[in-house]
């Protein structure tokens, strides 16, 4: 089985991380790099919070044999992201 995370990390503008970004003199933001460094600028994607929040379920994925179309179930309990 294949352990998948359920979401990904999206740069979050609103937030206050980016207030004084200049890409020109800092780089571009929305960067794995940054993601780590500032993980507070990002949102999960699967439950709009916080990229350094804990909280969405990730397990092993296995098909769901019940429907035709080609969807996944997770099975475990919550772990951080």
């Known amino acids: 089985m294949e352990l998948i995370w359920l979401g990904d990390l999206e740069i979050d ?3 206050s991380t980016w207030d004084d970004w200049d890409e020109n003199c800092h ?3 929305d960067t794995e790099e940054n993601q780590h460094e500032y ?3 990002f949102v999960w994607s ?3 919070t916080q990229g350094d929040a804990v909280g969405c379920d990730v397990g092993d ?3 769901d044999t ?3 179309a080609k969807k996944w179930t997770a099975k475990g309990g ?3 992201h």
Do not use: A, F, T
Request: with cysteine.
């Open 13 to 15: 503008y609103e937030s």
């Open 27 to 29: 780089g571009i933001q």
């Open 39 to 41: 993980p507070e600028g």
């Open 46 to 48: 699967c439950c709009d």
């Open 61 to 63: 994925h296995v098909p």
């Open 66 to 68: 019940h429907k035709r």
């Open 78 to 80: 919550k772990l951080k």
